[in-house]
């Protein structure tokens, strides 16, 4: 390296000196590679020892009693990722959360959920520390991680609060970030067989030692772009789909599964029984506008306006699906450092630095409106045949104040095409600084402080919201002293309202749409304060050959806080078009302490090694309902010769609960439910105990059993925090086997079986609006009861929960109210061995699952095997890699599998605490077949300075299972399945 060059880093490090640090990582060999992975702490004193992910103690090999699975950093190159989940997501001990294909539901963030047992209940640490969060949930944003400086990743399973602390559920995933030598820029670009959904990335980073070797520092920046892809350019999510399995009209009771379209019947689509079906595709882009709903009858608006005539299923149904984004548009920014300098022997001063822009849009159909108005009769936006309907309507008004005075009372349906699609751009900023001071206290002592500081600050844009209370002024009107059409309110017309015509095809006055719209802007600002004080080492020898016991002991301090702050628009509830809500903000702190010792007993002695561990931490939380608990753990490592090894271990892991939990303003939300006051329960419960109950709680006696209850297969409700909710248990059983055998060398395979419940889990009270309903009207039957308590006094004039005149939303608030449960077992090889003149290497890992069991109230059954959508997660998963190398140049496959699942409402279907199930042959496709993608990738080192890699994923361009009412969105399952298809990537690395 020049003595220009190097003054130059040595200028810039010393500037960075205050902000910015790293440690090193270790090499990992063959042999260990598969069994753990290590960061190396740095310092003199420190002996070539490492830190295992799961660990806080020093140690000379890579051995954990945890379950350790590790995907080198060839794995992101070898794909083409730009971002972290494209190769995060594709590991079978993990399911996909938030993705770049979650537009509805989505937030424009990435996050990741081990084991299914949800995003919250997975800690994410950077190089051994935990990571920024960006919302009032406190997870982690995986686009805030810069992929191409990653030198591994750990995926711990399992409880390792004991270790790191709350929110270590399911298990810890650790982002190993490493050095950087010289100068290093990259670039990758990546497209669809079919030209879209471009992604484009470059980065650039650079790296020396500097004073003596006494210091190192690193900087790194990256620029990434992906384009959108619209549900419209593919052929299974452009035309949104519904489903059904019985012939319209029936009244099977047993059949009663499907989506009931407006009219009220559910249509018939089933080529054959139990399987491969067709689905109901909806309508078109364009129509319909505008419905109404007269007496019990959807009716829509002739295109050019005035006229009715009745519902049509299914041509009739807008087709939403054009209008949707399939993979998000993303633009991010990223740049950071790190670096260390040794002050003196025995202080090392380390620091890192890290910030990133990011910004997702989300792009949904224009907004649909449900409200119920006051219709003027004698409008000139009606013909004499609808007026005539609409008086018939009036004349049956129940309220007799309002009866025959002019105006029909009936809920309006009505897209708002003129208004364009509605978007919402979320603009993520954050930023990360740690400072910390490590060294040696004595050749067998190690001391390590840190104090860390992020800030996640998102500003929503949404555009395309309508102003419910506008919208019913602009509805109803009245004439004028000169004849004119006008706004009836008069404070509404002094505001500027203008009537609108939303009974035809762009009818609606310009002036109209205006008044109605409304944009809005939301703030959310999170905040993670950190210290961490420890000193770990090693205190004597058993004298039986083993390493000496290792030991580590320290204090932790945390302080988390959130808010979110919606547009006064939005938290005022008047809001059609994105869900509204309340401000949510608060914060809370926790003061730990925490020891680990590790007693190597014996190595090739009699036996070839034997090691026990523990671990337990104590924590005082500022939070009254959660006060101080304890976490602990305990694992033995046995080898009874060199080629086997035994380990198991035992946690108990806590997670804490986060802002929104606790102080979550109140917000909408518009659930899939069904009253079982409505037509849509089935008939089997429509006794006449029902019917009472129905009536007392406020349903009128001539609408119980009818659609006019729930117009809607949604029904909206509010929801909130709870700052009474307490911390949720889990207790971690492991016990695995490692096999290197010294007759086939570079050979590693280990299994290990995993068993994790978790207990009080923190959920929405009486889980949720639906759960309630089943078991308030078909269960308990008592309105005393307090799980019917949210709907008392929450029916308006035809009955129906919320949206209706006088109606009022369910309320339902966080509580301790279900459990968790998983096992399973996770098997890992990894294989090279020469072949003619090159080398051939195999990786595979792969997940059988043996149960996944979870409750939304402790109180109802075991629901079994509940993953995304209504399909359960696969019984077997895995993806393996086969490379070939010679010289220069590499070939590599994968083989990415999916197994076969069903439809959960088999075994999930429930009449209040008793399991009924669902028959197969009822359902338009109960199951799912596996599913295999194969990915090709070659590359090549042009010199020592440049290479190149090229590839193609989803070589057979295999396409998603399309689901129908089943699906999550799209369709499908789009943040599971490969949606893009057949997808070329091509990257180029420079180094010098």
């Known amino acids: 390296?020049?003595?220009?060059?190097?003054?130059?880093?040595?200028?810039?490090?010393?500037?960075?000196?205050?902000?910015?640090?790293?440690?090193?990582?270790?090499?990992?060999?063959?042999?260990?590679?598969?069994?753990?992975?290590?960061?190396?702490?740095?310092?003199?004193?420190?002996?070539?020892?490492?830190?295992?992910?799961?660990?806080?103690?020093?140690?000379?090999?890579?051995?954990?009693?945890?379950?350790?699975?590790?995907?080198?950093?060839?794995?992101?190159e070898l794909s083409g990722a730009v971002n972290v989940e494209q190769v995060i997501n594709t590991?079978?001990?993990?399911?996909?959360?938030?993705?770049?294909?979650?537009?509805?539901?989505?937030?424009?963030?990435?996050?990741?959920?081990?084991?299914n047992l949800g995003s919250t209940r997975t800690l994410v640490l950077v190089n051994g520390r935990r990571w920024m969060f960006y919302d009032t949930n406190q997870v982690v944003d995986l686009n805030t991680i810069p992929q191409f400086l990653i030198s591994g990743v750990d995926v711990v399973t399992g409880g390792a609060s004991a270790v790191y602390g709350s929110d270590a559920v399911?298990?810890?995933?650790?982002?190993?970030?490493?050095?950087?030598?010289?100068?290093?820029?990259?670039?990758?670009?990546?497209?669809?067989?079919?030209?879209?959904?471009?992604?484009?990335?470059a980065n650039v980073a650079v790296g020396s030692d500097f004073a003596d070797n006494r210091g190192n520092v690193t900087l790194f920046a990256n620029y990434t772009r992906r384009k959108p892809v619209f549900q419209g350019a593919r052929d299974f999510s452009k035309t949104a789909a519904g489903d059904g399995c019985i012939v319209p009209g029936s009244t099977n009771p047993a059949t009663e599964i499907g989506t009931p379209f407006p009219s009220g019947i559910t249509v018939s689509t089933c080529a054959s029984r139990g399987g491969e079906v067709g689905f109901v595709p909806q309508g078109s882009a364009t129509g319909p506008i505008g419905t109404i709903t007269l007496g019990t009858s959807s009716f829509i608006f002739n295109p050019t306006g005035g006229g009715v005539r009745p519902f049509q299923d299914p041509a009739d149904l807008y087709n939403f699906a054009p209008a949707n984004y399939l993979q998000l548009p993303q633009e991010r920014y990223l740049i950071g450092a790190y670096g260390g300098y040794e002050i003196t022997d025995g202080i090392e001063f380390y620091s890192e630095l890290s910030y990133v822009n990011n910004r997702v849009a989300q792009e949904l159909a224009p907004t649909p409106t449900g409200v119920t108005a006051n219709l003027q009769i004698a409008s000139p936006f009606f013909d004499a045949a609808t007026r005539t309907r609409?008086?018939?309507?009036?004349?049956?008004?129940?309220?007799?104040?309002?009866?025959?005075d002019g105006y029909a009372t009936t809920p309006v349906q009505y897209r708002f095409l003129s208004a364009g699609a509605r978007n919402q751009e979320a603009t993520r900023q954050a930023f990360r600084v740690l400072g910390g001071f490590r060294g040696a206290i004595t050749p067998a002592i190690n001391y390590d402080l840190f104090y860390s500081y992020a800030r996640t600050s998102n500003t929503q844009i949404q555009r395309g919201n309508v102003s419910r209370s506008r919208y019913i002024n602009a509805l109803q009107t009245s004439f004028s002293s000169t004849g004119a059409l006008q706004c009836m309110d008069a404070s509404a017309r002094a505001a500027g309202c203008v009537p609108?015509?939303?009974?035809?095809?762009?009818?609606?006055?310009?002036?109209?749409v205006r008044y109605v719209q409304v944009n809005s802007t939301n703030l959310e600002q999170s905040d993670l304060q950190n210290i961490v004080a420890s000193i770990s080492g090693s205190l004597f020898n058993l004298g039986l050959g083993a390493d000496d016991v290792g030991f580590a002991f320290g204090g932790e301090y945390r302080k988390m806080s959130s808010r979110y702050i919606p547009d006064t628009f939005l938290a005022s509830g008047d809001v059609l078009g994105f869900n509204a809500g309340q401000p949510t903000g608060g914060a809370y702190d926790v003061k730990e302490a925490f020891a680990e010792l590790r007693v190597p007993v014996i190595e090739d002695n009699v036996i070839h090694s034997l090691s026990l561990n523990g671990a337990a931490r104590y924590s005082d939380y500022s939070l009254a309902a959660v006060g101080g608990n304890w976490t602990y753990t305990g694992g033995v490592d046995f080898a009874p010769i060199r080629d086997i090894r035994f380990r198991a271990q035992y946690a108990r892991a806590v997670r804490a609960p986060n802002v929104q939990d606790l102080f979550g303003g109140q917000s909408t939300g518009f659930p899939a439910a069904t009253d079982p006051c409505s037509d849509r329960g089935s008939a089997a419960t429509r006794t006449q105990t029902l019917r009472d109950l129905c009536i007392a709680n406020g349903v009128p006696a001539a609408n119980v059993f009818t659609r006019a209850v729930q117009p809607n297969s949604q029904i909206q409700g509010f929801f909130g925090g709870n700052p009474n909710v307490r911390q949720e248990t889990s207790d971690t059983y492991t016990?695995?086997?490692?096999?290197?055998?010294?007759?086939?060398?570079?050979?590693?395979?280990?299994?290990d079986y995993f068993d994790i419940k978790v207990e009080d889990t923190i959920g929405t009270r009486y889980g949720g609006l639906a759960t309630a309903l089943s078991l308030c009207f078909n269960t308990v039957q008592n309105l005393a009861s307090p799980i019917c308590q949210p709907f008392i006094g929450k029916r308006g004039a035809t009955g129906a929960l919320g949206e209706t005149a006088g109606g009022q939303n369910p309320i339902f608030i966080q509580d301790n109210v279900g459990f968790l449960e998983t096992s399973g077992v996770d098997v890992q090889v990894d294989y090279n061995l020469p072949v003619g003149p090159g080398r051939v290497s195999f990786f595979y890992l792969g997940t059988y699952l043996d149960k996944y069991r979870s409750t939304p109230i402790a109180v109802l059954p075991e629901r079994e095997n509940i993953g995304e959508?209504?399909?359960?997660?696969?019984?077997?998963?895995?993806?393996?890699?086969?490379?070939?190398?010679?010289?220069?140049?590499?070939v590599s496959g994968r083989w990415r599998f999916e197994g076969k699942t069903q439809d959960g409402r088999i075994n999930n279907v429930f009449n209040g605490l008793t399991r009924i199930g669902t028959d197969p042959a009822l359902l338009p496709k109960p199951y799912l077949g596996a599913i295999s993608y194969f990915d090709l990738s070659?590359?090549?080192?042009?010199?020592?300075?440049?290479?190149?890699?090229?590839?193609?994923?989803?070589?057979?361009?295999?396409?998603p299972p399309v689901l129908g009412a089943a699906a999550e969105q799209a369709n499908t399952l789009p943040s599971y399945y490969d949606v893009l298809g057949r997808d070329f990537f091509v990257s180029a690395k420079l180094k010098f």
């Open 390 to 404: 609409l008086q018939q309507q009036d004349a049956a008004e129940s309220n007799v104040a309002t009866r025959g």
């Open 91 to 115: 590991l079978p001990q993990v399911l996909p959360g938030v993705t770049g294909f979650s537009n509805n539901p989505g937030n424009g963030a990435v996050t990741l959920n081990l084991r």
């Open 1 to 76: 390296m020049s003595a220009k060059f190097s003054k130059a880093y040595l200028l810039a490090g010393t500037v960075l000196m205050s902000a910015v640090a790293a440690p090193a990582f270790a090499q990992e060999d063959a042999q260990s590679a598969s069994i753990a992975s290590g960061e190396f702490t740095g310092g003199e004193n420190t002996g070539g020892a490492i830190v295992v992910t799961g660990s806080r103690i020093q140690r000379k090999d890579l051995t954990s009693t945890s379950p350790v699975a590790v995907v080198q950093a060839e794995e992101f």
């Open 500 to 512: 609108i015509n939303v009974f035809g095809s762009g009818l609606a006055d310009p002036a109209a």
């Open 869 to 890: 959508g209504t399909f359960g997660l696969p019984k077997y998963r895995h993806t393996s890699r086969l490379t070939y190398s010679q010289g220069p140049v590499q």
């Open 170 to 201: 399911a298990g810890v995933v650790n982002f190993r970030l490493r050095e950087v030598d010289g100068i290093e820029m990259g670039a990758t670009y990546s497209l669809t067989e079919r030209g879209d959904g471009a992604r484009y990335s």
């Open 938 to 959: 070659f590359g090549a080192d042009v010199n020592e300075n440049l290479s190149f890699t090229a590839g193609v994923n989803n070589l057979l361009d295999k396409q």
């Open 735 to 751: 016990a695995g086997v490692v096999f290197s055998p010294t007759f086939i060398p570079r050979l590693n395979i280990t299994a």
